[in-house]
């Protein structure tokens, strides 16, 4: 299935740069986690990655935490994190494609999902503000079903970024939305969507970012064609 680029020059106002390197691949631990009642455990709680790339997760919260990792079709296999301080990080990398389920063994409300894939596409576009990174993947089940991760990052430093408001949207050949988030704020710089594609149409994505820092900075977009080549 491939989708082709729907091309409208008025609205791209970025670098055509495109880069096939990003931002960090880490999943923070959220401050306040230990508390069932917070809105959110983890950053992002879906996390598509290439096979045998390394990512890590990272502890943001003010107390120690350790996390389990399993695979759906496989019981004989378990990785253990080291106890992982405050503003510490554990690092792995999975070689076998497939579903890994995290969660923490004190706190049964913290878990999440890594779909691990070697067909994983992902492009960078440069912003005169930052870098923006777009990871997709088809599910392996429901193949008119996609998975998106947004990387927001320094330009310099290529580390992730905190506090981007942004919104997502996917447009299909007519320019019409078949997907769009409302402004969302991202504290740390990772964030997950999904959307059900038609394979008969053609997909341009938009990320809009318009603040920065809880600042609000000129509105920029991210416009990336949707394909799997």
Not at 1 to 15: E, G, T, V, W
Not at 52 to 77: C, G, W
Not at 147 to 163: A, C, Q, R, V, Y
């Amino acid at each position: 299935m491939k989708f082709i680029l729907i091309f409208i020059p008025s609205m791209i106002i970025l670098s055509s740069h495109i880069l096939f390197a990003g931002g960090e691949e880490v999943i923070t631990i959220i401050p306040g986690s230990s508390d069932e009642n917070r809105y959110r455990f983890f950053d992002i709680t879906f996390f598509p990655i290439d096979i045998k790339q390394e990512f890590r997760f990272y502890n943001a919260d003010t107390i120690p935490h350790q996390l389990v990792i399993t695979k759906q079709d496989d019981q004989s296999f378990q990785d253990k994190s080291d106890i992982i301080g405050p503003k510490k990080s554990y690092s792995i990398e999975l070689d076998k494609n497939g579903i890994y389920d995290f969660h923490s063994p004190q706190y049964s409300w913290m878990k999440g999902q890594i779909f691990v894939n070697d067909n994983v596409m992902a492009k960078t576009k440069k912003l005169d503000t930052m870098n923006v990174q777009l990871t997709w993947i088809e599910d392996n089940l429901q193949k008119d079903k996609y998975h998106f991760k947004i990387l927001f990052t320094d330009k310099n430093s290529n580390e992730n970024l905190e506090h981007v408001d942004y919104i997502f949207t996917i447009k299909n050949s007519e320019g019409k939305n078949v997907h769009q988030s409302k402004f969302t704020h991202s504290g740390w710089g990772a964030e997950y969507s999904e959307s059900t594609l038609d394979p008969d149409n053609e997909y341009v994505a938009e990320i809009t970012v318009n603040g920065l820092l809880f600042q609000p900075i000129k509105v920029e977009k991210a416009i990336f064609e949707i394909n799997n080549s």
